[in-house]
Each structure stands twice: as C-alpha cells, then as structure tokens.
C-alpha cells in the first residue's frame, strides 16, 4: 500500500473521532464504539471544533482508494483543559493512531515524524501518555520523547507521559 500525508482541514473531524477512538484504546473496551469518543470528556477536548488556532495535524490518505487511514494531531489545551501538571501551556498534546487494517506499514512513524516536523517552529515541544505495556513507546523514544511522569489512565491502568523538546 502506498500512502500520502495532507494537513487536517476542520471537515476531518468526523475522521478524528474515529482516530481518538483508537489512539485511546476504546476498541479494547468492548461495547464501546467510535460514537463513544465524543461523550467523553477527558476525550473530546482532542477533537471538538477541530480547526482552532493551534491545531496542527497530518492525514494518511491510502493513494489508490483516497481512503484517510492515519492521523497524528496536537492541540494545544491550556488551563484546566490540560491534561498534564508536568508541562505548561505553551506545549500541546498529541494523539495518534492508524486504522488497525493498517498497523505495522509504517505510516505512524511517518506520521509522527512529519508532524513533529510541521510542529518544531511553532511549539518548543510536544506531550502524550501512552499505556505502559503499548509497543509504540518505541517510536516515541525513537523520535527523542523521553519518560517524565507516570499516571492513572482514564481506565484505571497505567500511563507514562513523554515529553519531546523541539526548540
């Protein structure tokens, strides 16, 4: 498969929620579905109003069927938005996922590093949390996160939250 990279334009969030649902594991929840991603709150501060200033994102679009298969986003959420007491509000949160079909081609990592591309002369860096026992914290140490927190996740397991610097 091959498979192209465009900006996220404010008509993708009906495509965004569908990636949340994913970046955020709710396909492991069981009765939960991509309708779900907007009725939770913690959730929907990723996507709702997609188009603010400051929202930065990458589409993966499968070239031969125009099918957006990806996306990595940061948005940046300030005050009692944010998500972690370990950055301030100049650095945004990222979210990332790729339609499961699709796992293991490498569009995540291109989608990363584009986006970390695209984010270097606009934010100093960049934050996430990622579940202790998922394999993509390799590409995220890969591309220079670096552990700076552990927490409870929003289903009572266990995250790290990363840290990139860009600036």
Known sequence: MTFSLRPLTPADEGFLWEMLYYAAHMD???DKTPADAPRDPFLAKFVQGWGLDGD????????????P???AWVRLLTGPQRSYDVVDDTVPELAIAVRPEYIGLGIGTRLLAALLGAARPVYPSIVLSVRDDNPARRIYERH???????ITNRVGGQSLVMVVTLQ
């Open 69 to 71: 298969v990806g996306a």
């Open 56 to 67: 930065l994102g990458l589409a993966a679009v499968d070239t031969v069927s125009g099918r």
């Open 144 to 150: 220079g996160f670096v552990v700076v927190d552990r």
């Open 28 to 30: 492991d929840e069981g």
